[in-house]
T-cell receptor, first 111, second 112 residues
């Protein structure tokens, strides 16, 4: 079982819909990241969270440390939001270790 | 001005060859990383490097070796390339606490 589980794996929605992507993790973490990978392949960091909630434009990310769960929401979704969204965690062990990734959620927003 | 740049973008080579991928960051970040994305698009940490401390993922074959001539560079050397090494390799950097995470655009390596 992967340390980071995302759901759904695939999501197709209509333009304007409210989107939720979920992430659960099984290890102690110091931070959780949401990343976006476009069809061209580039990866962009959307949020880094260690508690609470962050908002950037139409994107909102929340984390519940006790429940080891995070959600990424997209309001008023648009076809340009179509991408793979990846949840990743930084273990709380410290040191110069990297991120552990979920398998990603492939989101398609249809016009 | 690209924040994390890797070269080359594409690399096609024969089995058994030795190759390098270069990575440079101009963000002043303290930590640099190499990640591998396999054919199923799953990302996995290979190495992280911070202040001359190298942390290696135990699953990475010792044919892979990172080299850091200075804080802004972390190059990836691969010896005796195998078919299974074909993947997209991403370089990334972050500040010490992990914030400001920035990825390079990836290098697609194809071993034939």
């Amino acid at each position: 079982k992967n340390e980071v589980e995302q759901s759904p794996q695939n999501l197709t929605a209509q333009e304007g819909e409210f989107i939720t992507i979920n992430c659960s993790y099984s290890v102690g973490i110091s931070a959780l990241h949401w990343l976006q990978q476009h069809p061209g392949g580039g990866i962009v960091s959307l949020f880094m969270l260690s508690s609470g909630k962050k908002k950037h434009g139409r994107l909102i990310a929340t984390i519940n440390i006790q429940e080891k769960h995070s959600s990424l929401h997209i309001t008023a979704s648009h076809p340009r939001d179509s991408a793979v969204y990846i949840c990743a965690v930084r273990n709380s062990g410290g040191g110069a270790d990297g991120l552990t990734f979920g398998k990603g959620t492939h989101l398609i927003i249809q016009p | 001005d690209t924040a994390v740049s890797q070269t080359p973008k594409y690399l096609v080579t024969q089995m058994g060859n030795d190759k390098s991928i270069k990575c440079e960051q101009n963000l002043g970040h303290d930590t640099m990383y190499w990640y591998k994305q396999d054919s199923k698009k799953f990302l996995k940490i290979m190495f992280s490097y911070n202040n001359k401390e190298l942390i290696i993922n135990e699953t990475v074959p010792n044919r892979f070796s990172p080299k850091s001539p200075d804080k802004a560079h972390l190059n990836l050397h691969i010896n005796s390339l195998e078919l299974g090494d074909s993947a997209v390799y991403f370089c990334a950097s972050s500040r010490d606490r992990g914030d400001g995470y920035t990825f390079g655009s990836g290098t697609r390596l194809t071993v034939v």
